[in-house]
């Protein structure tokens, strides 16, 4: 029986692991918060007590960690997973992280007999609850076909783009269309509301015309217009606003560095910076909402005017 060892169990590595484990993998899980290891422990993941203890057996081992520093210390660090791990294991590293870091990670693996594919994800909390994630894998071949089973307990989605870093540059790519769309969507929004119109009946028009996109479909940044959403719930839970802020930089130094021109890009990443500064980066990304529209007046002023 492949182990398997699931490292990160924060948003997003709480609901994949607990899909891994309800496909009948064994999972042992870690995480520095032992609050995190506790609520993975009722999902059936075995508690582990140190990295160590997480990865020694381990025939596979799943990262999903906050920033690139976090990844590359994991891995890289004395006593870090390439070290303590078995050799042959193979890596999945599924954080967003850049590229750069991901092949530096994988040139040392490599060196040191063990295996790495990037496995990035995208469709926030939502679709890793339901197992419908998408993953964009960047590897050799048999390496993503050995992790191909695990990725489809946790996904709906796989597209092997190409060597290892090729997940990440796409995940990227994705970061910055869905920022700009985040920003577009709520700006369109404020607009109608500040003319008089109601959320909801533009929002219907929208997602039946020209402007249709995801927020607007699956992710709705207006409180009270859909459920299951970070909206719904104080924007708590979701994915942070300094997470989609370190991607759209990450984007940003890729665009520099690739003499691409990402103008929307650049501007949408102030925007999420401003909004982090105005306190709001451990808040879902869709709270940008309150970038263009003060919500606590509007429902103040939609209260009144009921009573
Ligand atoms: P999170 O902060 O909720 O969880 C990260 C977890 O990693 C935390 O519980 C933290 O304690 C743990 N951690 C940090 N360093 C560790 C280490 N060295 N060893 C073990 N555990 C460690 O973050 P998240 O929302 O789950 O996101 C994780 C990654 O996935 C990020 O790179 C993010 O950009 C990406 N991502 C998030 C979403 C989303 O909607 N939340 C969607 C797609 C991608």
Redesign the pocket.
Known sequence: MTKIAF???????QPMSRNLVENGFVVTG????PQ?IEAAEKNGVVPAQS?DAAIADADIIIT????GN?VR??YMEPGGIIERSKEGALFIE????SSTITREVAAVAKAAGRRMIDA???G??PRAHAGTLTFMVGGEEADVAQARPLLEAMGAQIYHMGAVGTGHTAKLCNNMLSGICMIGTVEALALGVANGLDPLALTNVMKNSSGTNYALEKYHPFPGLMDAVPSARNFEG???SD?QL??MRLAKELANSSKTLASLGNLACELFAIHCQNGHSAEDYSSIMKLTLDLERYFAEQQADNA
């Open positions: 490292l990160g169990l924060g948003n997003m590595g870690y995480d520095l918060f995190a990295r999903m960690l906050p920033t976090d210390g994991a599924s954080s967003t992280i990035p994800v995208s926030g909390t979701g994915f942070r997470f370190k991607d």
